[in-house]
């Protein structure tokens, strides 16, 4: 299916900020939706943001609501999430994925919606 190749993890301290890229791979992100989850070792897989194709909407998680930013670039074929604040709970595995059909950000993200995803890029919050 659709590849991603995701980047820009690594170690930064509490208050820190990363930005993690999400670049396609044999394909053009213009018409796609693309939503980040994210999973840390004992918790639920989450979804934390969304960006749609059709007018740029977007969706945030609570609990980075304020924080974190999702943007996309088409010319650099290209989603971004600006992460801001860092906190130790933020710590995870982030990924980015494309839903299966056309899709609206609008509300919680459903893991099954997600049809291609990509390998990952550990996120580290600590002092």
């Known amino acids: 299916q659709l590849q991603f190749v995701e980047s820009g993890g690594g170690l930064v301290q509490p208050g820190g900020s990363l930005r993690l890229s999400c670049a396609a791979s044999?394909?053009?992100?213009?018409?796609?939706?693309i939503g980040w989850f994210r999973q840390a070792p004992g918790k639920e897989h989450e979804g934390v943001s969304c960006?749609?194709?059709?007018?740029?909407?977007?969706y945030y998680a609570d609990s980075v609501k304020g924080r974190f930013t999702i943007s996309r670039d088409n010319a650099k074929n290209t989603v971004y999430l600006q992460m801001n604040s860092l906190k130790p709970e933020d710590t995870a595995v982030y990924y980015c994925?494309?839903?299966?059909?056309?899709?609206?950000?609008?509300?919680?993200?459903?893991?099954?919606?997600?049809?291609?995803w990509g390998q990952g890029t550990q996120v580290t919050v600590s002092s």
């Open positions: 994925a494309a839903p299966r059909g056309w899709y609206y950000c609008s509300g919680s993200l459903v893991r099954a919606d997600f049809g291609s």
């Open positions: 044999g394909f053009t992100l213009d018409y796609y939706a």
């Open positions: 960006i749609s194709s059709s007018d740029g909407s977007t």
